[in-house]
């Protein structure tokens, strides 16, 4: 098979263009700025925000398309058209659990509530959900849509476990907005992977999944598993209760539960139950104690509430 994965440098898109790579002719279509991500990978340079680079350099059709850095809807109206017209018919774009609305549709979020992005999300929720619309506009025969709620693995760009293994690792304190009690969900990105790659090849029916584990965590239970990937107790988690505090200041997950119904991607044909979070998590710790330091580096907002809590960051 002949798939054109865009993006395929990045954390999500690099995992995806190594895993499609293991059985298929995989090209990439970046800006070019970072190495392709292994041999015999082929890179097409060109920004999708230009749409004369893109058609310099798409001059003919994939047997699939991966779309991994479709963010906002110009991305979508300077690539998609182009590929539909030269032939692409199988169409896989990774969307988001963002384009569900928390305030107008109760959790955990099904493949049939109605999306319009959810105002913790700012923009980034609302342009997927333009996306979405416009690649169904744009009429390709097998387009699937994937949408996963937070994405963890070796090689997380976003700092989230990290964040907090640095923590736990020093015994430093972990802030916590609320009681603790928020509730959100994940997906290995190996697991999103090889949905991506049943896409391609055919084996997934082409339609809407929410894409993770089977259910959500608590922020104190996340907390407790990271722990106990990493082989140290959990001491010191402070509830942060004022809700006028930005979580994000000194925390790596906005305040809000973010959960989303699974079964329908668990009950596809070909597709493999996800592994369990904890399993995933001490494969994952074992990755960033390899290939990082785990840089303990408190946040101007931590320090802050550090004060407030009488609690030292020495």
Same mark, same amino acid.
């Given at each position: ?46 920004? +999708? &925000?230009?749409?004369?680079?893109? %058609?310099?350099?798409? @001059?003919?059709?994939? $047997?699939? !398309?991966?779309?991994?850095? #479709? ?31 928390? +305030? &107008?549709?109760?959790?955990?979020? %099904?493949?049939?509530? @109605?999306?319009?992005? $959810?105002? !913790?999300?700012?923009?980034? #929720? ?53 009681? #603790? ?134």
């Amino acid at each position: 098979m002949r798939i054109l994965v865009l993006g395929g440098t990045n954390f999500i898109g690099r995992h995806i263009a190594e895993t499609l790579a293991d059985s298929a002719d995989v090209t990439i279509l970046n800006r070019g700025t970072q190495n392709v991500p292994r041999g015999g990978v082929t890179r097409l340079t060109a920004d +999708r &925000t230009d749409p004369d680079s893109i %058609a310099q350099v798409l @001059t003919h059709g994939f $047997d699939a !398309v991966v779309d991994v850095s #479709g963010t906002e809807p110009e991305h979508i109206t300077t690539t998609a058209p182009l590929l539909r017209a030269l032939g692409v018919s199988r169409y896989t774009f990774i969307s988001s659990g963002s384009v569900y609305n928390s +305030r &107008t549709t109760q959790a955990p979020f %099904a493949e049939t509530s @109605t999306i319009t992005g $959810d105002p !913790v999300w700012g923009e980034y #929720g609302r342009a997927k959900v333009e996306c979405e619309r416009l690649l169904r506009d744009c009429g390709f025969e097998e387009l699937t849509v994937l949408r996963p709620p937070y994405v963890y693995g070796p090689g997380n760009s976003e700092p989230r476990e990290q964040f907090l293994w640095s923590r736990l690792l020093r015994g430093k304190p972990i802030f916590v907005p609320g009681d #603790g009690s928020t509730t959100i969900q994940f997906c290995h990105v190996s697991y999103l992977a090889e949905v991506v790659s049943a896409a391609c090849r055919g084996l997934l029916e082409p339609d809407v999944y929410n894409v993770g584990d089977d259910s959500g965590i608590s922020f104190d239970g996340y907390i407790a598993n990271l722990a106990r990937a990493a082989g140290v107790p959990v001491s010191g988690v402070l509830h942060v209760l004022d809700p006028a505090i930005p979580a994000r200041e000194y925390f790596p997950f906005r305040n809000y539960s973010m959960v989303l119904q699974t079964s329908k991607i668990a009950a596809a044909a070909h597709m493999v139950a996800e592994i369990p979070l904890e399993t995933r998590l001490a494969t994952t710790f074992d990755w960033f104690r390899e290939h990082t330091p785990l840089a303990y580096d408190p946040t101007p907002r931590e320090r802050e509430l550090s004060d407030q809590f009488d609690v030292t960051h020495s």
